[in-house]
C-alpha cells in the first residue's frame, strides 16, 4: 500500500469488561474470542486507513468465491506488463478504467475469458494486477499476450446485474486457432479450428464464449474440426477478436450445459432415473 499518515478518530464509549469464548474455523482450528461488556464511559481510538491512498496490494490469500460472468465485455484493456514476480510467479498488468470502478482486492476480471483475481491495483495508474498459475498460461492463450496486447475485460456479475449473454465461468476448456476471417458487407465472418474433444460441445446455433465474448456458433464442421460465428459492425468495434490476425489462437469456453448432460448420460443417472419410473 502507498505510504502516507494514518489517523485516529476519538469515541466515548465504556469500560470494556473481557468475555471469553471460542470459534473453529473450516479448518478446524479453534481460536480464542475476546469480547468486552460496556459498563461505563472511557475514551477509545479507532485507527482508520489512510484516505490518500489510491495503490492497493494484497498480502494474503483470501477467500475465492465462485464467480460468474455474462459474456459481454465491458472494456478493452491494454497489457502494460507480463513477466515473473518477485515472488516467483506469473503477473499480468493491465491498464484499464471501467472495471477498476468499485475494485477490491481479491475480486475477479475475466481476461479475454480467463477468470483471474485482483492482486493489487492502482487507481492513480488506472491499473490493475493479476497472478497466473502454470495451468492458466498452459490452458489459455495469456501467454501469447505482450506489453500493448488488447485484451477483454469483464468485472464478475452482481446480483442486481443484467443476463445479457450466457452464462460464462471465466474457466477457459482450451484454445482455437483462427482460420480465416471474411467480411460481409460490414459484418465479419471468424472461423476457428478446434480439437475434436472440444468441438463435441460446439452445436450450431447455441453459445460460445470466444476470448470471453459471449457468441452464436453459426455453423460447425466436423469434418475441418471447425466452427464460425458472425460480429456485427457494433461488436467489431467493442471486442479484440477483430484486433487478431488468422494463425493466432483464441480463448474457448463452451456451454456448461453440454459437459453436465454428457456427465449425466456417462455415468448412469438418466437410466438409473428411468428405471424406478
Known amino acids: ?43 477509545l481510538r479507532l485507527f482508520t486507513l489512510p484516505s490518500s491512498s489510491s495503490t492497493y496490494k494484497s498480502t494474503h490469500r483470501r477467500f475465492k468465491p465462485v464467480n460468474l460472468f455474462t459474456g459481454l465485455v465491458e472494456e478493452i484493456g491494454t497489457v502494460k506488463q507480463l513477466g515473473v514476480s518477485s515472488n516467483g510467479g506469473f503477473d499480468l498488468k493491465v491498464n484499464a478504467k471501467t472495471v477498476l470502478d468499485g475494485v477490491n482486492l481479491g475480486d475477479s476480471i475475466a481476461v479475454n475469458g480467463t477468470c483471474l483475481t485482483v492482486t493489487e491495483f492502482d487507481l492513480k495508474a488506472s491499473d490493475f494486477t493479476v497472478g497466473l498459475a502454470p495451468e492458466t498460461l498452459r490452458k489459455t492463450s495469456l501467454i501469447e499476450l505482450q506489453p500493448g496486447s488488447l485484451v ?22 482450451g484454445t482455437g486457432v483462427i482460420v480465416n476471417m471474411d467480411f460481409e458487407g460490414d459484418s465479419l465472418w471468424v472461423k476457428v479450428r478446434v480439437d475434436k474433444d472440444l468441438l463435441k460441445y460446439v452445436v450450431s446455433k447455441g453459445f460460445i464464449a470466444v476470448d470471453g465474448t459471449s457468441l452464436t456458433v453459426v455453423d460447425v464442421f466436423d469434418d475441418e474440426c471447425c466452427f464460425n460465428f458472425m460480429l456485427v459492425a457494433y461488436t467489431q468495434q467493442k471486442i479484440v477478436i477483430p484486433t487478431k490476425k488468422v494463425g493466432q489462437k483464441v480463448n474457448l469456453e463452451v456451454d456448461i450445459l453440454g459437459k453436465y448432460v454428457e456427465r449425466l448420460l456417462s455415468s448412469g443417472f438418466v437410466q438409473s432415473i428411468a428405471s424406478k419410473s
Not at 17 to 33: A, D, E
Open 152 to 173: 477483454n475485460l469483464e468485472r464478475a456479475v452482481t446480483p442486481v446485474s443484467r443476463m445479457g449473454g450466457h452464462f460464462v465461468q471465466g474457466h477457459v476448456d
Open 1 to 43: 500500500m502507498a505510504s502516507s499518515s494514518s489517523s485516529f478518530l476519538t469515541f466515548q464509549t465504556k469500560t470494556l469488561i473481557p468475555i471469553t469464548s471460542t470459534y473453529t474455523f473450516h479448518n478446524s482450528q479453534t481460536t480464542n474470542l475476546r469480547f468486552n461488556l460496556i459498563t461505563k464511559s472511557s475514551p
